[in-house]
């Protein structure tokens, strides 16, 4: 029995050195453990690093603001907000892209953050771009969503 616990504590303790030895950075996610422990791969590091990360609860504005290492969404698509405002309100938002103005599009530029001075040419350039933003009866809001990003990266 002694023989096989000695066996059991050799092989998990190879197992954890062999992964301290691949351990990456990239395990930690993002936030301010990641950037405090920083170059750093060994295992305490790393746990350091997510507790940190956890403790202070930084991750969730890092990803929403791209700061602390992470990566702010690119497309509108992934915005989780914008995303379930859109697919929550297609038909009043057709409505009001295509009159150029109201509640719906102006929430839809809240949420987008187009500054205030610029957002009369927003609801513009979607009203002149409607029949590129809604294409058909069947279009998904996730399909809005990623025509309105062709239609404003485009201008």
């Known amino acids: ?3 096989f616990v000695f066996f059991v504590v050799a092989v998990f303790t190879v197992m954890v050195f062999v ?4 351990a990456d950075q990239k395990n930690t996610g993002c936030g301010l453990g990641t950037l405090v422990f920083e170059g750093q791969d060994g295992l305490l590091s790393q746990i350091c690093a997510v507790t940190t990360n956890g403790t202070f609860g930084n ?19 992934a ?7 859109v697919a929550d309100n297609m038909d009043n938002l057709a409505r009001d892209i295509a009159q150029g103005n109201g509640e719906y599009v102006n929430t839809l530029a809240v949420l987008m953050e187009v500054p205030e001075g610029e957002r009369t040419s927003f609801y513009s350039r979607l009203q ?15 399909d809005v969503l990623n025509n309105i990003e062709t239609v404003v990266s485009s201008s």
């Open 19 to 22: 992964g301290v030895g691949f």
């Open 59 to 77: 991750q969730t504005f890092g990803i929403t603001s791209g700061t602390l290492n992470c990566d702010r969404p690119q497309s509108l698509a």
């Open 1 to 3: 029995m002694k023989r």
């Open 128 to 142: 002149v771009n409607f029949s590129h933003i809604y294409t058909s009866d069947q279009v998904t809001h996730v």
């Open 79 to 85: 915005n989780e907000k914008l995303n379930t405002f």
